[in-house]
């Protein structure tokens, strides 16, 4: 080398490693933390529903998948239900829970069920919740769920 002259080398194997880990998230732990963030929104509105036949609460259902390194998950009320009502009576369908969620802030009670879904993904774990599942897959952390 000669006067005033620098050299510099760069491996970058290990940022192409890193790439490669991340263009695999989400990871199947980072797949099970967005499962239980969608878990507890769904048992947060099954306690809000409002409950008179039990018909609505158990229309609720959710589902998810993974498609293209895309979560997907949702939660649902109305149509077919998908146990059996408590107290009752049974009923085949429900066709009414856009209405009940709609009607908000009605008798001094709040109708709208998919409320405290929405705050836990807001709120949950300090950031939203699904924001912080995801920024632990991208940090590596392995660690409890």
């Given at each position: 080398m000669a006067n005033g002259e620098w050299e510099f080398d760069v491996d970058i194997s290990d940022v192409l490693d890193e790439l490669d880990r991340l263009a695999e998230l989400p990871s199947l732990t980072?797949?099970?933390r967005l499962e239980a963030v969608?878990?507890?929104q769904f048992q947060a509105t099954q306690q809000a529903v409002h409950v008179i036949t039990g018909s609505l609460r158990a229309s609720g259902r959710v589902s998810s998948y993974?498609?293209?390194h895309v979560w997907h998950g949702e939660i649902e009320y109305g149509g077919n239900l998908v146990r059996a009502a408590v107290p009752g009576p049974p009923r085949k369908r429900v066709n009414y829970a856009?209405?009940?969620q709609r009607r908000g802030l009605s008798g001094g009670?709040?109708?709208d069920f998919m409320a405290p879904a929405?705050?836990?993904g807001e709120i949950a774990m300090g950031q939203a919740g699904y924001v912080a599942a995801m920024l632990a897959n991208l940090r590596g952390d392995g660690g409890d769920l």
């Open positions: 980072g797949q099970l969608l878990a507890e993974m498609r293209d856009e209405y009940e009670r709040n109708h929405a705050l836990i």
